[in-house]
């Protein structure tokens, strides 16, 4: 509604397109799947040429949150990036999930095993890269991803002087749900991406 030219991609892990495609996201949550959307933003702006490829924003939320702190330290692209109720540290998630038996399903080891997946696919290990601005949301009862993990992210970016956002709900879950709520939220999202993605607002970390 404010204008935003929105691109949503089938990446890896996406269904309709057969078991093995749709399997492919457990053995690569975070870095396939941003490889391909990055892949998928230059190739709309090369086919749309009303697509200003210099204003981009990405995020998400829940998994999609997850991928947009990944996002934050392996890419400066994006003028912003939003991020709702994402996973921040897998190690820290693990012990304050109420699901901390599929995260070992998934990385195929307990995170005291040390097993590759827990660190590579960690994006708090890539906090170093931390260039991008960020509006982090998140719901206080949040029991799937609890707060302490927008707390982490809002500490490191804080910490990396990285100009941040939060926004808590202190009684809402992993969604935004209460209409006043949700309303307030996407008025104080569309103005955060305002103002990074004005055109006089130069890029934060280059291209």
Known sequence: SPGYIVLMTNYSGSTGFGEEFADAINRDMLRGPATEINEAADEAIRRF???????????????GGYLANWMLGHTTRYRTIFNHAGLTNNESMWGTTDGGYYWE???GSPPWEGGAQWQDQNPFRYARNFRTPMFISHGELDFRVPISQGLE???????????????VFPNENHWILKGENNKYLFEELFAW?????????PPAGGQ
């Open 49 to 63: 040429p009303f697509i200003d490829g210099r204003r981009q924003a990405a995020g998400g939320a829940s998994y």
């Open 193 to 201: 991406l305002k103002k990074y993605l004005d055109p006089e607002t």
């Open 153 to 167: 992210i809002y500490k490191l970016l804080q910490r990396l002087r990285v100009p941040v956002r939060l926004l």
């Open 105 to 107: 399903r998934r990385f």
